[in-house]
């Protein structure tokens, strides 16, 4: 019985077994808010016992109160399998060979319905089943390395990560992709920027915002983009490639260490902060934006240094944050800090002291700045200039995740305090840059009539 009408309970079991209708059922409900076809779906364990939860025909899910429905016409029953089979991806001599390599992820993921939460269950392989143009593109070998969400991606993630680039590259691939969630996505772009330097190939980390499963997923383009990349582009760098604009005639290809993941739902999410992205890519064609990057080689030569020191902490100033903050890591042997400070990098004079006692300990602490487009400018304020007597190093226009990354690989090579800030302060990928360009601070504000104007020409 609980299979027939699997995590439904109370009120919304009731009206279920009043007209016969099972979960995997085609059904029509109609109800007092009107009428709705659909697959009934199982419930999760955690949800309530109120609504009857189906797939829409668009392929959308929705709740229907159970006490507004006054009837149910069911249909075949036919259980779904939301599970795509892996296949074995053709071979063709002519075509580029591209690896892929899955960590997990929503562009690798399903949803559970026992939990009703998108899991990581797609492996690599299954992806060429869903998505069969890439064979179009390439010969794609896929390797499962992780299986994870992006939030617990970390220090032994990287590193493998690095070290199976590493390997592929030895082995002659043409290009490489990394499936990834994008909540960290840019965290680890920057990882892999100084963890891979000087790499032959394209090295494209992808991902979705929407699962596959959901219509409106952005899986299948983002995964077609970054193969395209991997195979045909001469851009040999760690890129992030994600939605352009919210339709679906583009992806940007962003640099490694200069992306930011920018709004917590939009398929358009991903932003290059500072410069503007490499290149777009579509389908059809890849079109560069930039003239600085680094180019594809047919050498096999790569550096893979993947040192990382662990005891590094990023902070984010706040009006009338105590001292107690970096007190604390001071006492627990941290061995560096990042601080996002305000406007041009500043924090209250009530830090001083706890920012002295770190430099006697020989904690490396960097500033970098809140506002994320921008350059710290620790000169121009007296403040500024006390905290750099307090051993604070200005980080240029490094984004403070970047900074915070850089410097535990920093602090990895070494413990000179001196040869951290001559790494920290050599751009390695971009991440400090002479200049940011006028067209690379672009912000629209929404409601002004000239916006609004401009807006409307490409609104869909």
Avoid at 101 to 112: C, E, F, K
Avoid at 420 to 435: F, G
Wanted: charged content about 25%; hydrophobic content about 35%; aromatic content about 8%.
């Amino acid at each position: 019985m609980s299979d027939l009408y699997k995590g439904y309970r109370g009120e919304a079991l009731e009206v279920l077994k009043k007209f016969e209708a099972l979960v995997w059922c085609n059904v029509k409900i109609t109800s007092n808010e009107g009428v709705f076809r659909g697959t009934i779906l199982p419930r999760s364990e955690t949800a309530d016992d109120l609504h009857i939860v189906i797939k829409l025909i668009s392929g959308y899910n929705v709740g229907i109160a159970a006490k507004k429905i006054t009837n149910i016409d069911v249909g075949e029953r036919k259980e779904a399998h939301y599970k795509i089979p892996e296949k074995a991806f053709p071979y063709d001599p002519k075509k580029p060979n591209v690896k892929l390599l899955g960590t997990g992820g929503t562009i690798a993921s399903r949803l559970d319905y026992r939990t009703g939460a998108v899991i990581p269950a797609f492996t690599p392989g299954e992806l060429y089943g869903s998505v069969p143009e890439l064979a179009d593109i390439c010969n794609l070998d896929t390797s499962k390395l992780y299986g994870v969400f992006s939030e617990n991606m970390g220090p032994e993630q990287w590193i493998g990560t690095a070290k199976a680039i590493g390997e592929e590259i030895e082995k002659g691939i043409h290009g490489i992709v990394i499936g990834h969630g994008t909540d960290t996505m840019h965290h680890t772009a920057a990882a892999l920027s100084f963890m891979v330097q000087d790499s032959p190939v394209p090295i494209v980390m992808v991902g979705s915002q929407r699962s596959s499963d959901r219509p409106s997923s952005d899986a299948a383009l983002n995964l077609m983009h970054s193969v395209k990349t991997a195979a045909e582009s001469d851009i040999a760098e760690v890129m992030v490639c994600m939605f352009g604009p919210t339709s679906d005639e583009y992806g940007l290809l962003h640099m490694g260490t200069r992306v930011r993941k920018m709004h917590s739902s939009y398929r358009s999410t991903f932003r290059t902060i500072g410069d503007v992205p490499i290149a777009t890519v579509s389908r059809e064609k890849i079109t560069l934006m930039r003239k600085g990057y680094k180019k594809r080689r047919y050498d096999r030569n790569v550096t893979i240094n993947t040192a990382f020191e662990e005891k590094v902490s990023i902070v984010y100033y706040y009006p009338n944050m105590k001292p107690d903050i970096i007190d604390s890591l001071i006492d627990n042997d941290y061995r560096g800090i990042v601080i996002a400070g305000t406007g041009l990098g500043h924090v209250n004079k009530p830090l001083y002291p706890a920012l002295k006692r770190a430099k006697e300990k020989g904690i490396a602490v960097y500033m970098t700045v809140q506002t994320l487009w921008g350059y710290v400018q620790m000169y121009v304020y007296d403040t500024g200039r006390d905290m750099m007597e307090l051993g604070v190093v200005p980080s240029a226009n490094m984004l403070p995740e970047v900074a915070y990354i850089k410097l535990c690989w920093a602090l990895g090579q070494t413990d000179n305090l001196d040869e951290v800030k001559r790494i920290m302060l050599t751009p390695i990928a971009n991440e400090i840059t002479e200049r940011e360009p006028s067209n690379g601070y672009l912000i629209l504000q929404g409601g002004l009539p000239e916006v609004e104007e401009f807006i409307s020409k490409y609104r869909k």
